[in-house]
């Protein structure tokens, strides 16, 4: 019998990524993708509904509220995606039997540490998007045994809006870039997460929460900088540094998350520098 696999915020660029890698591709495997207008998980009765109609066996929740800075004054609307929706889906995941695959975030670190953190540090988020997707971790770990949270890092990919893409178009129109190096962090390919996803919809690994990202670390001007070398035409010295934006969310400085315990489980960790230029090569 087929595997069925749910995934939520079917618009977003990791659903989109997985989608583009994995849909149709194994015979066991049966995904269904639901935008947010398709399936909003902060509708219980429209979770019902889909739960009760196709027994899935995996649900991967993609969907969230993920604009940091409109968090700061959109608080209720952040908390109601990533977290009171979060309650819900695991407690119908409990219901269903369904293993939730959650993505959060580094976010929910302060970044005073110096050194990566590894899952048992100790989280404490300073802004409201940290927090509200920190109580969805806690709403899981109440609700479900059979659970993995995979805290995530500095996604990028071809889709949606993210840091890549902003500085490629800003690239290709040879445009002055000024970049923080203010916060240090690891940037990760969403199509490397996507993988590890698929790995473990395939391979039974122990429930709990991952941290997952690239190898190595980098503030955001080495990402720009990194991003800008593979655009020989683009004149190096239209991209600078600077020491900090000013922004209304606080960023944590420091969120290299440590990815010891996800590299026992899966050993295809590549550097971000490696990902970055292959998924550069595909957009050209
Ligand atoms: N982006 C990062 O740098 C980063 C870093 C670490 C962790 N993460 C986490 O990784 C996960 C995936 O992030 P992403 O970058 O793929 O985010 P994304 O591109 O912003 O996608 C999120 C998707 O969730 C959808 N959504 C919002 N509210 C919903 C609702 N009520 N019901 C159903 N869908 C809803 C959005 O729909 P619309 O398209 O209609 O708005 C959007 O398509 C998130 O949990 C995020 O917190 C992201």
Known sequence: MKIKVLVTG???????????????TNDQIEFYFFNRKELDITSQDALLQSFNKNKYQYCINCAAYTNVEL?????????????????????ICKIYNTILIHISTDYVFDGAKSSPYTEDDIT??????G???????????KNLEHYYIIRASWLYSAYGHNFLKTIVN????NAN??????????????EDLSRFIYYILNTKIA??????????????????????????SYNQQKLNAVENYKTKAKRPNYTVLNIGKTEANYQQLKHWKTSLKSLISLLG
Request: hydrophobic share 40%; proline share 2%.
């Open 10 to 24: 079917a618009n977003g660029q990791l659903a989109k990524t997985l989608k583009h890698l994995f849909l149709n």
């Open 71 to 91: 968090a700061e004054t959109e608080k209720e609307k952040a908390f109601l995606v990533n977290a009171i929706a979060v309650d819900s889906v695991s407690k």
């Open 124 to 129: 404490n988020p300073i802004n409201e998007y």
């Open 131 to 141: 927090k509200s997707k920190l109580q969805g971790e806690l709403n899981i770990k």
């Open 170 to 173: 800003k690239i290709k129109d």
């Open 177 to 190: 870039l000024s970049v923080t190096k203010a916060q240090i962090g690891t940037p990760t390919s969403c």
């Open 207 to 232: 429930f709990g929460v991952y941290h997952f990202s690239a190898k190595g670390e980098a503030t955001w001007f080495d990402f720009a900088r990194e991003i800008s070398l593979s655009f020989k």
